[in-house]
């Protein structure tokens, strides 16, 4: 309260069927070059920016309110006994833990690795005080032994086989992460603001060290609500195209469309995992996994936006005595980058490039390459970024949609499955050495204890609401809708005052009519009697 609207660089947004105003989009380089002189953006800061960097397809809803929606986490952790830790966070910090379900690649070395990403999210949650170890029935995981690894995009097309059905939202982050408190439930309502079916959040994830506090409230970027936003590629390893350092964007309203996709945190629903599997073929590969991706999914009609509020946050701690020889040790050069680079290269269709059949990992047909180079300043045959001053004013491409991509189902892997693909309820939990659950437990305790200057309650005020008219179509599609609170008069926005006036306006229009009717009624009789 009290915090002045944030003054800011205005871009311009699109939207099917026209340009229009787009949101206030302010972006400063992450030294602190070039921000506006301003004090904060609350509520007001909102207000100034009613118009949507784009509007998109209409979401389908319903899941987005649900307490019963499915969350699925997707994790592959190589040698690394965090990813129990990043399991229990998982449950503790989700407003409602029993629609979480996780998906694991765990890569140990059986002769070094004495321990198990089940078994040390088991002995965490024991320290949380449960007797038993809980929702196992949620956690199925594949074991590889890391010897065999072939780098993150191959570890990561294993989780794809997990996946299922059911699960209706899907989240990928790394093996070594915390959220917000009630991530799950932001989550879903961010979502929900692109007001996108094919939305896909991601950018880069904040810092656990300085950025959380141990009780789960975000820390970083007050009063400013500053989120990282990657505007810009370099060319990275092998040729390809890499995301740059990001910026940081703040005081926005709600999510905003993006040309990048990051690794480390996508939310979207889960259709998008069906359609636009990781490529188990991108053998030995780090530098474009991330690019390949997105120009994947762009051409498949999903549109990336950066999440306007942190909600995950990454352990990047380094040099701990148990983290010697385990890092990095998967890039041993396999047999398979020579294939993965042409297929790269194909994919991008880099000039001279072999072609190589690349099946349900190819581009889609929604949008073309070309289209992609005019929206985002990329030209990917090249791997050159072409300086087009575009960041924070992209303007959303429409396209013919594909009703069957919602209906989507999961690709077979094209291999055979490496490694034992296990649900976790229906074995015994693994004995291990616990000198491993304290390795994990580090992660958290570097946490601050300190509270943010913004208190998590007025963040969540702040955090803003989907436009009525979609959220209410959305709770009226909810099987299972929670109580929502009443609004206080005070509270009420223009719009909602506006909305009760006409209302009232016309009621007082029938009951006049009613009592006019009366009366000429009573005239009548009165002239027929005389």
């Given at each position: 309260g009290g915090r002045r609207a944030c003054g800011a660089l205005r871009a311009p947004g699109g939207e099917p069927g026209g340009d229009r105003p787009g949101i206030e989009m302010p972006v400063r380089d992450v030294r602190g070059a070039g921000r506006a002189e301003v004090d904060g953006c609350g509520p007001r800061g909102r207000d100034r920016a009613q118009a949507r960097g784009s509007q998109a397809l209409p979401a389908e809803g319903?899941?987005?309110r649900a307490e019963d929606t499915t969350v699925h986490m997707l994790l592959s952790a190589f040698r690394d006994p965090r990813c129990g830790q990043t399991v229990a966070n998982a449950f503790l910090r989700a407003r409602h833990p029993e629609r979480i379900h996780v998906?694991?690649?765990?890569?140990?070395?059986?002769?070094?690795?004495?321990?198990?990403?089940?078994?040390?999210?088991?002995?965490?949650?024991?320290?949380e005080g449960h007797a038993k170890c809980p929702y196992l029935e949620r956690l199925e995981i594949v074991r590889v032994d890391a010897s065999q690894s072939k780098g993150p995009i191959w570890a990561r097309a294993i989780g794809?086989?997990?996946?299922?059905?059911?699960?209706?939202?899907?989240?990928?982050?790394?093996?070594?992460?915390?959220?917000?408190?009630?991530?799950?439930?932001?989550?879903?309502?961010?979502?929900?603001l692109a007001e996108n079916e094919y939305a896909v959040l991601s950018t880069y994830v904040g810092n656990v060290k300085q950025d959380l506090s141990k009780s789960g409230h975000v820390l970083i970027g007050h009063p400013y609500y500053e989120i990282p936003f990657i505007c810009s590629t370099i060319v990275g390893g092998h040729g390809v195209v890499r995301n740059?350092?990001?910026?940081?964007?703040?005081?926005?309203?709600?999510?905003?469309?993006?040309?990048?996709?990051?690794?480390?945190?996508?939310?979207?629903?889960?259709?998008?995992?069906?359609?636009?599997?990781?490529?188990?073929?991108?053998?030995?590969?780090?530098?474009?996994?991330?690019?390949?991706?997105?120009?994947?999914?762009?051409?498949?009609?999903?549109?990336?936006?950066?999440?306007?509020?942190?909600v995950v946050f990454h352990d990047y701690t380094h040099g701990r005595p148990w983290?010697?020889?385990?890092?990095?040790?998967?890039?041993?050069?396999?047999?398979?980058?020579p294939y993965a680079k042409r297929r790269y290269f194909s994919l991008v269709d880099k000039k001279g490039a072999e072609h190589v059949e690349l099946g349900p990992y190819g581009l889609g047909s929604q949008r073309s390459i070309d289209q992609y180079i005019?929206?985002?300043?990329?030209?990917?045959?090249?791997?050159?970024?072409?300086?087009?001053?575009?960041?924070?004013?992209?303007?959303?491409?429409?396209?013919?949609?594909?009703?069957?991509?919602?209906k989507s189902v999961m690709p077979p892997y094209p291999v055979e499955l490496p490694g034992a693909l296990s649900k976790a309820h229906e074995e015994e939990v693994p004995s291990i050495d616990l000198k491993y659950v304290e390795y994990a437990h580090e992660m958290i305790t570097i946490e601050k204890l300190q509270e943010p200057t913004i208190s998590?309650?007025?963040?969540?005020?702040?955090?803003?609401?989907?436009?009525?008219?979609?959220?209410?179509?959305?709770?009226?599609?909810?099987?299972?809708?929670?109580?929502?609170?009443?609004?206080?008069?005070?509270?009420?926005?223009?719009?909602?005052?506006?909305?009760?006036?006409?209302?009232?306006?016309?009621?007082?229009?029938?009951?006049?009519?009613?009592?006019?009717?009366?009366?000429?009624?009573?005239a009548y009789q009165s002239i027929k009697k005389d």
């Open positions: 319903r899941l987005a998906g694991i690649v765990q890569q140990n070395l059986p002769d070094k690795d004495n321990f198990d990403c089940i078994a040390v999210y088991c002995e965490l949650m024991k320290a794809a086989a997990l996946v299922r059905p059911k699960h209706e939202f899907c989240m990928q982050v790394d093996a070594h992460v915390d959220f917000m408190e009630h991530y799950d439930a932001a989550l879903m309502k961010m979502w929900a740059s350092q990001a910026t940081g964007a703040y005081c926005l309203p709600r999510p905003h469309l993006s040309f990048t996709w990051a690794a480390g945190w996508s939310f979207a629903k889960c259709h998008f995992e069906r359609n636009v599997p990781n490529d188990p073929f991108l053998e030995g590969m780090f530098d474009g996994e991330e690019f390949s991706r997105m120009l994947r999914l762009w051409t498949h009609g999903y549109d990336v936006y950066t999440p306007h509020r942190p983290q010697q020889g385990r890092e990095s040790t998967w890039n041993g050069n396999p047999p398979g980058l005019e929206f985002a300043g990329i030209d990917p045959r090249t791997s050159l970024f072409l300086n087009k001053d575009n960041c924070g004013k992209l303007k959303y491409v429409p396209f013919i949609e594909d009703p069957n991509k919602v998590h309650k007025q963040q969540k005020i702040e955090f803003g609401e989907p436009p009525p008219k979609i959220w209410s179509e959305l709770i009226e599609k909810v099987v299972k809708v929670p109580r929502r609170k009443e609004v206080e008069p005070s509270k009420q926005s223009p719009k909602e005052g506006s909305e009760w006036l006409e209302i009232c306006l016309a009621l007082a229009l029938v009951m006049g009519v009613l009592y006019v009717g009366k009366e000429l009624i009573k």
